[in-house]
T-cell receptor, first 113, second 111 residues
């Protein structure tokens, strides 16, 4: 069965430090891959997506993610975290050409001064 | 409308009462999802509608939960005999291909 794993339930980083949030998926073919962010009191917002082509994708707010087929991973990165990045981050998968979105359980990011 | 609309935005109900949550998806989107986010938890899939196909109800936590989608558009999630553990934010999303667009959610509090 298709699945998305975000192994870190929560992560704490210092402001200005680099960030990497992990995401692994289980699917036979290369699916569409997404990262969403949910800030407190707000709905989900799309950060970036990967459909095909260049495996390093750039998103909003200075985030990027790299698709690694050999590792079935799509980790989210940011070189320098800001306090406003504190939120819950969700990795998601949609089967190629399909519709159903499968979400990971989410990683809550805490940013300390 | 321009986005996915959910109503009400907040709902407080007494334990044992029934509630209905409404979702208006983006016009033309064939896929509609309901998710639940409990306090401190990640997103939990509830139900998925795709066009005229039979819905995927595999995520509904109990038979107190049901959902329908009329005319391939508006969807209603119904929770019967609400319990305190039903308190959560209920998110609706719609999509055509790939990217899901989310509503702002309905915060349900069962007292």
């Amino acid at each position: 069965a298709q699945s998305v794993t975000q192994p870190d339930i929560h992560i704490t980083v210092s402001e200005g430090a680099s960030l990497e949030l992990r995401c692994n998926y289980s699917y036979g073919a290369t699916p569409y891959l997404f990262w969403y962010v949910q800030s407190p009191g707000q709905g989900l917002q799309l950060l970036l997506k990967y459909f095909s082509g260049d495996t390093l994708v750039q998103g909003i707010k200075g985030f990027e993610a790299e698709f690694k087929r050999s590792q079935s991973s799509f980790n989210l990165r940011k070189p320098s975290v800001h306090w406003s990045d504190a939120a819950e981050y969700f990795c998601a998968v949609v089967e190629t050409g399909g519709f159903k979105t499968i979400f990971g359980a989410g990683t809550r990011l805490f940013v300390k001064a | 409308g321009a986005g996915v609309s959910q109503s009400p935005s907040n709902k407080v109900t007494e334990k044992g009462k029934d509630v209905e949550l409404r979702c208006d998806p983006i016009s033309g989107h064939t896929a509609l999802y309901w998710y639940r986010q409990s306090l401190g938890q990640g997103l939990e899939f509830l139900i998925y509608f795709q066009g005229n196909s039979a819905p995927d109800k595999s995520g509904l936590p109990s038979d107190r939960f049901s959902a329908e989608r009329t005319g391939g558009s508006v969807s209603t999630l119904t929770i019967q005999r609400t319990q305190q553990e039903d308190s959560a934010v209920y998110l609706c999303a719609s999509s055509e291909t790939g990217r899901a667009f989310f509503g702002q959610g309905t915060r349900l509090t069962v007292v």
